[in-house]
């Protein structure tokens, strides 16, 4: 693959993201950076470093759709704009996905014993909502999909850290565009979000990025272009790494469920210094530890007044 690396700033707490420009049958920019300043004179640099204009670019395709990656789509108004199908909600915030998604945060938070008071302040504190693009998608991409203009590029749906992340791995070369499912040097959070089809059950968001690691693992990506930091050429072992680090994590949390405790209980005791300031990214962290407990029947779920217990078995 003709891989060019373009590094663009972002104001959030994990620093710089990547954008990659491959040019195939078509000229294909992967992830666009959030939507500041900033970060547009990054990706203008960056492409014209490549020898391309902004114009030139003939389709956006994005890993999936948080802000740090899918914010500036609206600089490319000619372009395709192409990603799994769920990104569109977040692109479009059509009036009923809005109601939805706060319905759906504000039952799970009560679900997780969260005060009334730190819920509020969730579902109303979205500022970082004025950074996503605004364009819709013009085509969307499914599990098994190659990408227009990129022969034997083909689509793998990895959700978990987002309902919509997709990596993209090259038959043959086995190199691979991996968004934020593996990251060099950070584990990558396995964050709560509205289920696919708008309805239904919470995803078990750390299992899913769990099975989306071995499905990752078993693809044997030579090399792999991430969203944040370097590339990885280790991938197998990397990932092994990554799990059986969660499992101690989860072994861990076991240990504090002597006594039935709920998910704001256990996030208490594990961020004690920042959940306050991060509830929704330490919450949705302890909740993927309770959900591997139950999964594996380490740990049970009592239900009092709606309100869920987790204990140890
Ligand atoms: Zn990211």
């Given at each position: 693959?003709?891989?060019?690396?373009?590094?663009?700033?972002?104001?959030?707490?994990?620093?710089?993201?990547?954008?990659?420009?491959?040019?195939?049958?078509?000229?294909?920019?992967?992830?666009?950076?959030?939507?500041?300043?900033?970060a547009y004179e990054a990706?203008?640099?960056?492409?014209?470093?490549?020898?391309?204009?902004?114009?030139?670019?003939?389709?956006?395709?994005?890993?999936?759709?948080?802000?740090?990656?899918?914010?500036?789509?609206?600089?490319?108004?000619?372009?395709?704009?192409?990603?799994?199908?769920?990104?569109?909600?977040?692109?479009?915030?059509?009036?009923?996905?809005?109601?939805?998604?706060?319905?759906?945060?504000?039952?799970?938070?009560?679900?997780?014993?969260?005060?009334?008071?730190?819920?509020?302040?969730?579902?109303?504190?979205?500022?970082?909502?004025?950074?996503?693009?605004?364009?819709?998608?013009?085509?969307?991409?499914?599990?098994?999909?190659?990408?227009?203009?990129?022969?034997?590029l083909k689509v793998y749906?990895?959700?978990?850290?987002?309902?919509?992340?997709?990596?993209?791995?090259?038959?043959?070369?086995?190199?691979?565009?991996?968004?934020?499912?593996?990251?060099?040097?950070?584990?990558?959070?396995?964050?709560?979000?509205?289920?696919?089809?708008?309805?239904?059950?919470?995803?078990?968001?750390?299992?899913?990025?769990?099975?989306?690691?071995?499905?990752?693992?078993?693809?044997?990506?030579?090399?792999?272009?991430?969203?944040?930091?370097?590339?990885?050429?280790?991938?197998?072992?990397?990932?092994?790494?990554?799990?059986?680090?969660?499992?101690?994590?989860?072994?861990?949390?076991?240990?504090?469920l002597e006594e039935p405790?709920?998910?704001?209980?256990?996030?208490?005791?594990?961020?004690?210094?920042?959940?306050?300031?991060?509830?929704?990214?330490?919450?949705?962290?302890?909740?993927?530890?309770?959900?591997?407990?139950?999964?594996?029947?380490?740990?049970?779920?009592?239900?009092?007044?709606?309100?869920?217990?987790?204990?140890?078995?």
């Amino acid at each position: 693959m003709q891989v060019h690396k373009i590094i663009i700033p972002t104001p959030y707490p994990v620093g710089d993201v990547n954008a990659f420009l491959v040019k195939g049958d078509a000229l294909t920019l992967f992830d666009a950076g959030p939507k500041t300043e900033e970060a547009y004179e990054a990706l203008k640099w960056g492409i014209r470093s490549a020898g391309y204009e902004m114009k030139d670019i003939e389709q956006v395709v994005l890993t999936h759709h948080h802000p740090d990656h899918a914010g500036w789509v609206d600089a490319f108004p000619h372009a395709e704009v192409l990603g799994h199908r769920y990104v569109d909600y977040w692109m479009r915030q059509a009036e009923d996905f809005i109601s939805y998604r706060n319905a759906f945060y504000i039952h799970e938070l009560e679900r997780e014993g969260v005060p009334k008071q730190i819920i509020q302040d969730i579902v109303e504190v979205r500022g970082e909502m004025e950074l996503f693009g605004t364009r819709p998608l013009t085509g969307f991409l499914a599990e098994g999909d190659e990408v227009p203009g990129h022969h034997k590029l083909k689509v793998y749906e990895t959700p978990g850290h987002a309902q919509s992340h997709l990596i993209f791995v090259e038959e043959g070369s086995n190199e691979g565009i991996g968004g934020d499912l593996l990251l060099e040097g950070v584990s990558s959070n396995p964050l709560v979000e509205p289920p696919n089809e708008l309805a239904g059950d919470r995803p078990k968001s750390l299992l899913q990025y769990n099975a989306s690691l071995k499905k990752l693992r078993d693809l044997q990506v030579s090399k792999l272009y991430t969203g944040h930091g370097g590339e990885v050429y280790n991938s197998a072992e990397l990932i092994n790494d990554r799990l059986e680090k969660q499992k101690q994590r989860a072994f861990k949390v076991r240990e504090m469920l002597e006594e039935p405790k709920t998910v704001f209980d256990v996030t208490k005791m594990l961020f004690e210094k920042i959940y306050k300031k991060q509830p929704g990214l330490t919450l949705s962290e302890t909740l993927g530890q309770l959900d591997y407990l139950v999964d594996n029947q380490l740990a049970q779920i009592i239900v009092r007044e709606d309100i869920e217990f987790y204990q140890k078995v």
